[in-house]
């Protein structure tokens, strides 16, 4: 059972705007900023999003960010066939003192 | 250009140590204000922190896996080093080690390709 929760999955039709929401608590989401990473098939996570809303050099300006209380939204609009993957939100928690992880979300682009 | 590069044992015995290593090139671990952290990823799950250690030295640990875990640093040899004791098919994953900063406020922004790890006798 993950800290963070997502949904486990979620689909669109190229072009189409897609949003994953994740939700904490007050000990994370509620006091820290989120980040976002993207899992391709078969490799390593990618930072896709970091302090809610900031994409690193690299990442598509079709991605976006965003918080509000102890929640968070990726959202993901022009929809992209190379998009297909799973995406976790993660954040510090500062009862547990560690890192915490959504339990991902698998976007299949349809 | 930073790069992280885990190795390690691919099989480990159940009740045994798991030992992996994190080798880091393009910086000095003790000299930039980071962290460096250790994730697992079970087979078919998603990810799980498993503790970091701060440049200075200090460590975090996830609560689950306090007692068993170990990390430190070797700053001469640049690498990173887990040790994951008595060992269960339950931590049978693809190891990963990333770097971060306080409280993640720039995500983990560099990552390991992973190594699998199995545990089985």
């Known amino acids: 059972q993950s800290v963070l929760t997502q949904p486990p999955s979620a689909s669109g039709t190229p072009g189409q705007r897609v949003t994953i929401s994740c939700s904490g608590s007050?000990?994370?989401?509620?006091?820290?900023?989120v980040n976002w990473y993207q899992q391709l098939p078969g490799t390593a996570p990618r930072l896709l999003m970091y302090?809610?809303?900031q994409r690193p050099s690299g990442v598509p300006d079709r991605f976006s960010g965003s918080k509000s209380g102890t929640s968070a939204s990726l959202a993901i609009s022009g929809l992209q066939s190379e998009d297909e993957a799973d995406y976790y939100c993660?954040?510090?928690?500062?009862?547990?003192?560690?890192?915490?992880f959504g339990g991902g979300t698998q976007l299949t682009v349809l | 250009q930073l790069q992280l590069q885990e190795s390690g044992p691919g099989l480990v015995k159940p009740s045994e140590t798991l030992s992996l290593t994190c080798t880091v090139s393009?910086?000095?671990?003790?000299?930039?204000?980071?962290?460096w952290g250790w994730i697992r990823q079970p087979p078919g799950k998603g990810l799980e922190w498993i503790g970091s250690?701060?440049?200075?030295?200090?460590?975090y640990y996830n609560p689950s896996l306090k007692s068993r875990v170990s990390i430190s640093v070797d700053t001469s040899k640049k690498q990173l080093s887990l040790k994951l004791s008595s060992v269960t098919a339950a931590d049978t994953a693809v190891y990963y080690c990333?770097?971060?900063?306080?409280?993640?406020?720039?995500?983990?922004?560099?990552w390991g390709q992973g190594t699998t790890v199995t545990v089985s006798s």
């Open positions: 007050s000990s994370n989401i509620g006091s820290n900023t």
């Open positions: 302090s809610n809303n």
């Open positions: 393009g910086v000095s671990i003790s000299s930039s204000s980071y962290f």
């Open positions: 990333a770097r971060h900063d306080q409280w993640l406020a720039h995500g983990m922004d560099v």
């Open positions: 993660a954040a510090w928690d500062d009862s547990l003192n560690g890192a915490v």
């Open positions: 250690l701060y440049y200075s030295g200090g460590t």
